[in-house]
Nanobody, 125 residues
Framework: QVQLGESGGGSVQAGGSLRLSCVLS????????MGWFRQAPGKEREFVAT????????VYADSVKGRFTISRDNAKRTVYLQMNSLKPDDTAVYYC??????????????????WGQGTQIAVSS
């Protein structure tokens, strides 16, 4: 089992930047892919970005493409989400997630095995 802990949330004005971090602990050797999701008030949790742990291949949701960058530091067992040009619509609780299975997709909650506790991002206009 992998344990995840997010940090880096906070409040920022529109156009600003934040960087989220997610530290992995436990059975990290089995991790194949990491993802970031977010959930705004009254909405379902949605996919933001994903990266494969070994090769670093990335996929982004259209809503964040060109503004957000997901990366990982294998030595530090940490995944990052650099968020630039933030908009009020980006306001949400952001969660990191770990997937151990090689098969299957990457954009649904059910594709992932472990989740962090979430970190709040608030973007004001």
């Amino acid at each position: 089992q992998v344990q995840l802990g997010e940090s880096g949330g906070g409040s920022v004005q529109a156009g600003g930047s934040l960087r989220l971090s997610c530290v992995l602990s436990g059975r990290t050797v089995s991790t194949y892919r990491m993802g970031w999701f977010r959930q705004a008030p009254g909405k379902e949790r949605e996919f933001v970005a994903t990266v494969t742990w070994s090769s670093g291949n990335t996929v982004y949701a259209d809503s964040v493409k060109g503004r957000f960058t997901i990366s990982r530091d294998n030595a530090k067992r940490t995944v990052y989400l650099q968020m630039n040009s933030l908009k009020p619509d980006d306001t949400a609780v952001y969660y990191c997630a770990a997937k151990t299975r090689i098969y299957g997709g990457w954009s649904r909650e059910g594709d992932y095995d472990s989740w962090g506790q979430g970190t709040q991002i608030a973007v004001s206009s």
